[in-house]
């Protein structure tokens, strides 16, 4: 019997069907012209409808947990009737505002065709496969990333429902609009024990796969992270009438806050982006009074970003002396850095190389994801996806199906190296 070609593997086939369902879920948007999907929002509530016909159609038995998490899973009783350990793969159905299509929801839509692909082989694994949908990877609504799969990981903090979104909505408020009852979001954790581990398969979102000529890459670990929304108040007064040595202009106070950012992040080779910068009132004629601005801060350790951190506290706080203003940051978010368990990667190795990569290359993201939240609980690991030029929470971000088709195949491989590992020679 002959190989069959890249081209006619099942593979091919279920990848050209995920470009597709990308492009269904990118009409579920309430954004005109783009991509927004944002946690509890009832495009939210029609991507989990879509996806789980889709995870229905593939054979997976679906619920939608206490935060508004899609579930599918499936071989989830052994031949002897008993549970068996569960291995999640999954990623996110949220976007940022402006979004690409593939972000987080090809790392769902593969999770799905890995069972499909399976077939009946997936009965022999001695794991169950659980395909899961996270709600809230973003954070896009309420400033706070990775909702959905912090309370997948048994890790919600109550502190969090009084956050609110750009309406004023609180979390708390917001969950019951959605029909969910914010008293039962405990029950959306996971028993750690039942786990197998944590797959995740998602775009790269920056250049290194494109520069180095690979489709696939094993990521290694995920920036340690942290947000914070940063308030600058000053006062506001006449654009005309107020002398420079009287002012005490908040907007000035928040561009130089945005540049210190940037300065101390090269300097001690970190990620600082400010996002957001609001100003008030807002009148051509009237010094900014008040600021608030975004800071999302990025490094490998988790003590590096903290010193970090610690340094740009410093200097907003001469910054503030400098100009009478009053400085005042708040953290919305943080994460610690996540590392890739030893026995997952190697299971994304061999997947990797078996589709014809001798060498995968390995990849510390900078960017977050849901095995952040995961890696609380149990081992994870990912596997990234070129990603052209690199660009992500962009219009353009793109994967191809030649790549998501590869994709496939190195997941099945690897969950299969898996299985092979755990039931041993
Ligand atoms: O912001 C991030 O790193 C992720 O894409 N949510
Ligand atoms: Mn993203
Ligand atoms: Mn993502």
New binding site residues.
């Given amino acids: 019997m002959t190989e069959p070609t890249r081209a006619s593997r099942p593979s091919a086939a279920r990848a050209a069907t995920i470009a597709d369902r990308c492009d269904e879920l990118a009409a579920v948007t309430s954004m005109e012209g783009g991509i927004r999907r944002v946690y509890l929002s009832a495009e939210h509530a029609r991507a989990n409808t879509i996806a789980a016909g889709w995870m229905e159609q593939a054979g997976l038995r679906t619920w939608q947990d206490a935060a508004g998490n899609l579930h599918g899973r499936v071989a989830a009783l052994g031949a002897d009737g008993d549970p068996r350990p569960v291995l999640l793969v999954g990623s996110h159905l949220d ?2 505002v402006d ?1 690409g299509r593939y ?2 929801i090809v790392g769902v839509l593969m999770g799905i065709a890995l069972v499909e692909l399976l077939g009946g082989r997936v009965h022999d694994l001695p794991f169950a496969i659980q395909v899961v949908a996270f709600s809230d ?2 954070g896009t609504r309420f400033g706070k990333a990775l909702l959905g799969s912090s309370a997948v990981a048994g890790v919600w903090n109550d502190a969090w429902w009084d956050l609110v979104d750009g309406d004023g909505t609180t979390l708390r408020d917001a969950f019951t609009a959605f029909g969910l009852d914010p008293a039962r979001v405990g029950e959306a954790a996971v028993d750690a024990g039942s786990l197998a581990g944590y797959l995740e398969a998602h775009i790269e ?1 920056g250049p290194f796969l494109d520069r180095s000529g690979q489709a696939l890459g094993v990521v290694t670990s995920i920036a340690a992270a942290r947000r914070f929304s940063v308030e600058v108040v000053g006062e506001a007064r006449h654009a005309g009438g107020t002398p420079y040595e009287m002012r005490h202009d908040a907007l000035l106070g928040a561009a130089e806050v945005a540049l210190a950012v940037e300065r101390t992040c090269v300097a001690e080779q970190h990620i600082g982006t400010v996002g957001t910068m609001t100003v008030e009132p807002g009148a051509v004629n009237v010094i900014p009074g008040h600021a608030r601005l975004s800071v999302d801060l990025r490094g490998e350790f988790d003590g590096g970003r903290d010193r970090v951190w610690d340094a740009l506290v410093a200097e907003f706080d001469r910054i503030a002396d400098r100009r009478g203003l009053t400085i005042t940051p708040t953290e919305v978010h943080a994460a610690p850095a996540v590392f890739c368990a030893p026995r997952l990667m190697d299971a994304v190795r061999t997947g990797i190389r078996a589709t014809g990569e001798p060498t995968p290359p390995e990849l510390f993201s900078k ?2 994801h849901d095995a952040m939240s995961l890696g609380l609980v149990t081992d994870v690991a990912m596997l990234f996806l070129r990603n052209p030029d690199g660009i ?2 962009h219009p353009d971000e793109f994967v191809s199906v030649a790549d998501i088709a590869l994709g496939l195949d190195a997941l099945v491989a690897a969950v299969e190296a898996l299985a092979a590992a755990e039931v041993g020679p």
């Fill in positions: 976007t940022v979004a972000d987080g990877e973003e979102q960017a977050g992500s929470h």
